[in-house]
């Protein structure tokens, strides 16, 4: 799932300006799973400002609303009302989600509630953890399953490096060694003379470096059916 | 090595062809732009040892740029050995810095991942890491043999050679992996290698062992890193909380022996005078250790030389390799 948390109150209010009528959107997928832009956390949201605004003695209006997801225009759709009506969109879900909705409707103002962190999973409640960097050659067939681009503070792809220690990287103690667990995990497996291969450099232009990445599939697009 | 030919003639591969106990110092660069501070360091160094380190943003701290630095040690007549880490550039920065440097007379470089830059002044930098240390052993390698660059396209012209180096951490984790990480760098073309600080001899004659089990040792040459300890606190930094090190406890008990004199006083109670003589005796006591090391590190087969690592206290590497009996430095 992709993993995010909420930008802290400050920043938000700074962001809504001087809007009249704000709608708070949530989103029902990852955001609802990682707890930080689902229909919950958009309602306390709503709330939260509502108090900021009576505090700060700014006349608002602010409404919440939830979408199945953000990220496809026919959920977006169902809600378009409420985003032409609003001055402005505080948008729980992530990123895409944020653009999406300025796609779809490019006479709204929309500003993002959160900060969209990683694609990741919990590991146990209230600790998500990064595990794929999305950089479009995946490897983790040669890693044991384990990945070095998004667990690797130096992305080794011929690791470990000199800073494992005790199972953790230098970097910071929380960090488990990507490569201690490679190793372990191969070893285990019996399939250490994988990582006893030289790996050479990564063809980073399948990630982000070849700049934004699109993905067509001739064989399930509309116009085929139509020709 | 067997062969006799040399793949670039430079000081340091000459010594260690001809089967001489190397011996190479380290000069970190300032985080300035005055290259008087290079040429100071380089007269401490001058006849201490064949080939000198230039490292390249050390800790991820800016400082002048190794290959400016290694310049002016070249005009200086001295051999630098260009460190080179894959955090700050890219394999197209690296190459055209490669290029570069053996124009300007660099003939020795140190391949390095490099350290992560949270470590330094600038963390919230953006990081490349677009290779490795190994990957990039073998990109050197090629240019140089292969007349290649690293895309295949061919390189017309004078093709950049160096003698190439990389590092071993014989004692960070997984400690069972760290020959066959080594074997790949081998694989991967590195000629020779310098060691992280060694204080644990026996640690390391067990890494030398199984080095040996494998055939490295004949494939590459071997330098092992020392460095002076300054301190007891030192001491105990070192080998409480740095990854890949190990001091044993007898070093940190000489470092603490060798400060007796000056025994349960705090610093603040101490004259000037006072704490100058104990920082003496504490510095005399590690260039001693230092130089025991070597002797001990000398002994072991395999180990073709010492990488003598005086960060910031450059002036103790003439005494070190003199204490050792590494000098003067044979004429090759």
Known sequence: ?227 | MADNEYTVGSKLERILKAGHFAVTGELGPPQSADGDVIRKKAQLLKGACDAVNITDNQTAIVRMSSIASAAILVQEGLEPIMQMTCRDRNRLAIQSDLLGAYALGIRNLLALTGDHQTFGNHPTAKNVFDMDSVQLIQMVTAMRDEKMFQCGDPIKGQEPRFFVGGAAAPFADPIDFRPYRLAKKVEAGVQFIQTQLIYDIEGFKKYMEKVRELGLHEKVYILAGVGPLKSPGMARYMRDNVPGLRVPDYIVDRMTAAGKPWAGKKKDEMTKEERKARSQAWRAEGIKICIELIQQLREIEGVAGVHIMAIEWEEAVRPIAEGAGLLPRPEV
Not at chain 1, 50 to 63: E, F, L, P
Not at chain 1, 122 to 127: A, D, H, L
Not at chain 1, 150 to 167: E, T, V
């Open chain 1, 1 to 227: 799932m992709i993993v995010a948390e909420q930008k802290p109150l400050e920043e938000i209010k700074e962001l809504l300006g001087d809007a009249e009528k704000v709608l708070v959107l949530g989103c029902g997928t990852c955001v609802t799973v990682c707890f930080a832009g689902g229909a919950r956390e958009a309602a306390i949201m709503a709330s939260s400002l509502r108090m900021a605004s009576k505090i700060d003695g700014v006349q608002r209006i602010i409404n919440d609303m939830t979408v199945q997801r953000q990220c496809e225009w026919e959920y977006l759709d169902q809600v378009a009302d409420e985003i032409r009506d609003a001055d402005v969109v505080l948008s729980l879900g992530c990123g895409v989600g944020v653009q999406a909705i300025v796609e779809r409707f490019p006479e709204a103002w929309v500003v993002p509630g959160l900060n969209t962190t990683f694609m990741g999973m919990p590991v146990e409640q209230g600790v998500w953890v990064e595990r794929c960097a999305g950089c479009g050659d995946c490897i983790l067939g040669l890693t044991g399953g384990i990945c070095p681009i998004a667990r690797c503070s130096k992305q080794l792809l011929n690791g470990p490096c000199g800073g494992s220690q005790d199972g953790k990287c230098e970097v910071d103690p929380s960090i488990d060694c990507a490569w201690q667990l490679i190793y372990d995990r191969l070893k285990s497996k019996g399939k250490l003379d994988l990582m006893l291969k030289i790996q050479p450099p990564k063809n980073w232009q399948k990630a982000r470096h070849g700049g934004p990445r699109r993905i067509v599939r001739e064989d399930i697009r509309l116009h085929l059916e139509e020709e």
